[in-house]
């Protein structure tokens, strides 16, 4: 182990692409966790997500292309328009602050700016499945289609 460490510097010094890798993708690992850890929403998985259901009512909102949405989506999900979500206009979104809230859209990587206008607009319990639709049905979960 000891000899290893010796060679390490050379091994960077004569691999500086490699080394310059390696160190930004460390940074933006590291920067990604620390971020993970001050936001104030949580992300569910689908199990964490059943357990909700089962405890709670939550509200959950489907901000996928409402083509999408028609082909399976969470039962009970209501489907909104990325383009039209504002927590401060919705009527059923304002009735709602005390409830959890779950965000949801086919892959799970576009409501994490939309999880931020809500905890903005005051709501307290923000949360965003992980892996979106495509996740709830490869873990086998009910799904619904069509328009409700």
Do not use: C
């Not at 949580?42 to 901000?63: F, H, S, V």
């Not at 949801?104 to 005051?122: E, Q, Y």
């Amino acid at each position: 182990m000891n000899d290893v460490l010796h060679k390490l510097p050379e091994f960077a010094g004569n691999h500086l692409a490699l080394s310059a890798l390696f160190a930004i993708l460390l940074v933006a690992l590291v920067a990604g966790e620390v971020g993970a850890l001050f936001r104030k929403w949580k992300m569910l998985t689908p199990a964490g997500l059943t357990q909700l259901i089962n405890r709670d009512t939550p509200l959950i909102i489907d901000l996928s292309a409402s083509a999408d949405f028609e082909k399976a989506h969470i039962p009970g999900a209501k489907n909104v328009a990325m383009s039209q979500f504002d927590p401060e206009t919705q009527k059923d979104l304002s009735k709602a602050k005390e409830l959890p809230v779950v965000l949801v859209d086919k892959d799970g990587r576009g409501v994490g700016k939309a999880a931020n206008r809500l905890i903005k607009a005051g709501f307290a319990r923000v949360f965003v499945l992980d892996g979106g639709t495509y996740a709830w049905q490869n873990a086998q979960l009910p799904v619904a289609k069509g328009k409700k």
